[in-house]
Structure formats: C-alpha cells, structure tokens
C-alpha cells in the first residue's frame, strides 16, 4: 500500500487543482446552474467528451418538461444508456434478510414493505405499489421530473395534493429534467432543479461538486416539513450534514417519524444518506458520484459520453480501471467486498441488540414500575441508538463509500443501547 501514497497525492494535487477552476455559474430563480471543468481519470476524461451545444427540442410533456424522447436525435446514447436502467431490475426483501427489522420498525410503514432499491426507471412503478401508505403527493418528490416541474411551477402546495391525482398526471421516471433542467442541449449543464435542495443549502450548493449534488437531490436524508409536507434537507451547509448534527436539528424541532406505541418513543427513519456519508468519507475532495457509478464511453464514430446507465464501479471494466488510477494494481473488487461483509456483519450484531432493547423497553412499559421521567430517560436513549443505527443501514453502499463513518455510528449505536439496559436495569 505505503508505496501508492505517491501517485495518490499527486491525483489528489491534480483533482483539487480542478476543482479550484469548477466555479458554479449561479443564474437568477429558483434554479442554480453550473457549467464543470474538470477531471483527469481513466483513458478517456471529461476533456475528451463531446460537448454539444444545441437548440432546445420542442417539449412533449404536457408540462413543458423536455423529455427524453425529445433529446433523442442531438444525444442518442445518452438516452439509450438511460433507458438500460431497466436491466436493473433486481430486488430483495430488507425484512426477509434481516427479520429484526420488522419489530425495531414496529408500528411505521417500513415494518410492512421494505425492499431494496432497484434501476430509475422503477421509480413510478415501485411508489405506485409500495404497501407503506402514501396518501399524499409529496412521496413523488424523488421519483419524477413532471413532480419536480409542478413545484417549480406552482409552489409548496402541491405537495399536500392527493397522490393518485398527481400520479395520473405524471409522464417519465427519473430523467433528463431531473438533473439537467431543460438546459442539456447547453454542454449538458447540471441544474438543482429540486427546490429544496436550494432553499436548505442556500450559497452553499456551491462547496459541493456538482456532479455530485445531482445525485444529492435525492441520495440524501430528508424529511417533510411539519406545516406543508414540503421535501426538505435537514442541515445548511456542508459541515452539518453528520449524523449527530442531523439528529440535533431534528431533536431541536421535536421531529420524529412516528410515536411507537409499544415504547413510547418518538423515533426517526433516516431515508439514504448516500451524499452525506460519501461526503466526509476519504473520496469526497477527490471524485464525484459520477466518476465511479456513471463511466465515460466512446461510440465507433467517435462521440465520447457519460453513460447514463448508473452502474456500481464493481462490476464495469472502465470505472475499475479508474480506480487503478489512485488504488494500483489492489483487487478493488475484493477490498470493498471485504469491508462490506465487516460492516453488514456488524448491522447485524448491533441490529439484533437493538432489538432487544426496544423489548425490555416495551416489557417496562407495561409493568408500570418505572415512573414517566424514568422512562423517558431510556426512551431518549433508544431514540439515538435507534438513529445511529438506522443512518448507517439505509445507506446504500454498504459501507463502500466510507466504512468509517458506517462503523462509527455503529458503534455509537450500540454503547447507547449498553446505556439505555443499564437504565432498564
Ligand atoms: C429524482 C431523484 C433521484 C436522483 C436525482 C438520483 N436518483 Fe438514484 N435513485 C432514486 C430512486 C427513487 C431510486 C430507487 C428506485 C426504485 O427502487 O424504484 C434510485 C436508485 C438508484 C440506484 C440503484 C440502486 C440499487 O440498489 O440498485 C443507483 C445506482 C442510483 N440511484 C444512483 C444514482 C446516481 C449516481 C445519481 C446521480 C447521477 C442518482 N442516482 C440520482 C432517485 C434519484
Ligand atoms: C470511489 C467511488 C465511489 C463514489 C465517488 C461514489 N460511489 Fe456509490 N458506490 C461505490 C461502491 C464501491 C459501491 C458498492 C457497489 C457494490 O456493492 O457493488 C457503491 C454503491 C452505491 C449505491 C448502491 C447501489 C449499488 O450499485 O450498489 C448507490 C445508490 C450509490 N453508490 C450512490 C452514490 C452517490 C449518490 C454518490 C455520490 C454522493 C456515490 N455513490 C459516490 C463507489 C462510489
Ligand atoms: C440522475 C441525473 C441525470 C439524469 C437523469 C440525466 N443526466 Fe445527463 N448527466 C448527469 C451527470 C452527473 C453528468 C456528468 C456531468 C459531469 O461531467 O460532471 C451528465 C452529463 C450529460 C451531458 C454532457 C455530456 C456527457 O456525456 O458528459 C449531456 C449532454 C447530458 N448529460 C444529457 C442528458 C440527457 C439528454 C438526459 C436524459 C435522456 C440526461 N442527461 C439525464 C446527470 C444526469
Ligand atoms: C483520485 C484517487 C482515487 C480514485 C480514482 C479512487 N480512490 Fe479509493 N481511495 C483514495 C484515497 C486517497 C483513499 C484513502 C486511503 C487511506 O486513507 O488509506 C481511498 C480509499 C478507498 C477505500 C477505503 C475507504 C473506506 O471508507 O474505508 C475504498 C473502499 C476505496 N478507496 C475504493 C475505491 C474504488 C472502488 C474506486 C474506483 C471505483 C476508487 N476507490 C477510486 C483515492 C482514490
């Protein structure tokens, strides 16, 4: 390893050199825009993309959205590498894997219906028929650009309206829109067009690398504001995006997900922290999401392009020859398997532990021998240990984009549930 460290400055050098020059172009509204300049990975690099300025096509959708069909004749690789999303279409129970779930979750949605996440082309589909409730509009905030448009369009009240008359209204999966605005045809600029995203984090959108805010519209905790239901982040900046200052804002409101009855206890759901664990992780200075899910491809007339089709860097050639770049000639494939099986061992453990104490909790409950203050004393407690926990297990890199992070909340989670048996007594 030590003899890397060399050839790992030296990129870092290269990659904090770049992203001196990034600069956000920031225009007038709502919505932020950016133009990048950056990138020295692999054989092929963000200076060899064929960038392409061209007219706006004409919009199809119903609500002005430019959709992927309509760019289809200025960028039909993009589009075709969008549409392959649909081969990832695999699933696994979350409850079925790891049946602890079911009583820690006890009393909310996730406790009922908890699969794992599949391709962006499932979005609409898999909101439609989740079994957890979703009466209302806002569940769509992460699936559509047409949600997405209709907030720009009319504001923080539509996500209140009822969910199967927005559904009725909405056309594409997560798309073009989504991350690019109607403005791909200008080099393919990236545009924060989910509103949220911009009123949590103000100027500071800019401190992170645009190709990676992109993905952070949705790959990010996030809860719903108590009075609209309005999608909103809970932090401001960069430097409060860790799971103890997320939990702090959200103790400072009195915010909880649900009451659980058997306990008492006001608790938290985090959502998929993936930017914020990915962000204080050791790739943050040095690669955005899409230099290791989105691989830079060349077609037999020489057009260069971003794939499109989000794939894990495991399991594509290209982006584990990037990898080489920094990590030489490591089995990168293995490395992470390994730290993944440490962490989702340790989920597992503390899981399981956490179980428990949510039971002797209940059990304390119901024998009324502790007073109310007593109790909530412990149920403050489960409400962390259940927190930390849960931030490290909906993230869903397994531990790949900073197994720190991972293994530290981890073991916050369990010295809590140490304390809280100690109160139970
Ligand atoms: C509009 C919100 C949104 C944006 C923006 C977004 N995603 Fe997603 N992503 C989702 C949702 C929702 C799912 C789960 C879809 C399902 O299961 O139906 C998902 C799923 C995925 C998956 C598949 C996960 C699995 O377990 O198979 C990957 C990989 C992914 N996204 C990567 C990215 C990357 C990289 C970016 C940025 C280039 C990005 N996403 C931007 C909402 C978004
Ligand atoms: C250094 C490379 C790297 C960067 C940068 C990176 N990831 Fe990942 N990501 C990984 C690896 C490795 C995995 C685990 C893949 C596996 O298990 O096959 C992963 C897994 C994921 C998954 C789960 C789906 C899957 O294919 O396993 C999602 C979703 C995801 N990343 C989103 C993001 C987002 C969003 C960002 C930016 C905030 C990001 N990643 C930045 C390397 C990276
Ligand atoms: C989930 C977010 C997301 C979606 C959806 C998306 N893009 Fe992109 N797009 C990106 C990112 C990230 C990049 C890479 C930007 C960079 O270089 O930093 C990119 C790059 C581009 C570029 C610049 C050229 C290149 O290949 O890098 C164009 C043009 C483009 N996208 C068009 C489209 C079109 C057309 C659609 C719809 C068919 C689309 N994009 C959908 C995130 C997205
Ligand atoms: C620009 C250079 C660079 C590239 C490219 C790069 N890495 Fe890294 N990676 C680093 C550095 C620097 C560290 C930190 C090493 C340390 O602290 O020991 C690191 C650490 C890691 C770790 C340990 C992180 C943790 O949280 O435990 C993993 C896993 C990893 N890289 C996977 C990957 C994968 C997979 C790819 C390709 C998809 C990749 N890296 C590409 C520079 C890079």
Redesign the pocket.
Known sequence: MEKKIGR?IA??AM?LAALLFMGGIISGGELKYFLKDRGD?GPLTRDDITYLETDEPSASSKDGTINASDWEAAYPEIVATMGQNKENSYVTSYLEEDPYLVNIYEGYGFAKDYGSARGHEYTLEDVAKTERPHPMANCLTCKTPNFTKLVNDQGVGVYTMDFEEVMGMMEENVSCYTCHGNDAGNKGALVVTHSYVNKALGDSVSEIDPATLSCGQCHIEYYFTPEDKEAMMPYSDRASMTPEAILAYYDAMDFADWTQESTGTKLLKAQHPEMETFLY???AA??NCAD?HMPIEQTEDGTIYHSHLLVS?LEDET??S??A???GDTD?VE??HK?QDRVTARETEVGNKLSEFKDALAAAVSAGKMSEDELDAVRKVHREAQWYFDFCYVENSEG?H???LSMSCLDKSEVLIAQGMKLLG
Do not use: D, I, R, Y
């Open positions: 790992w990129a870092a990659a990975l992780g050791k790739h040095l690669l290791c860097p982006l584990l990037n990898c770049t920094c990590h990168m490395t992470v730290l790949a900073n197994s720190e």
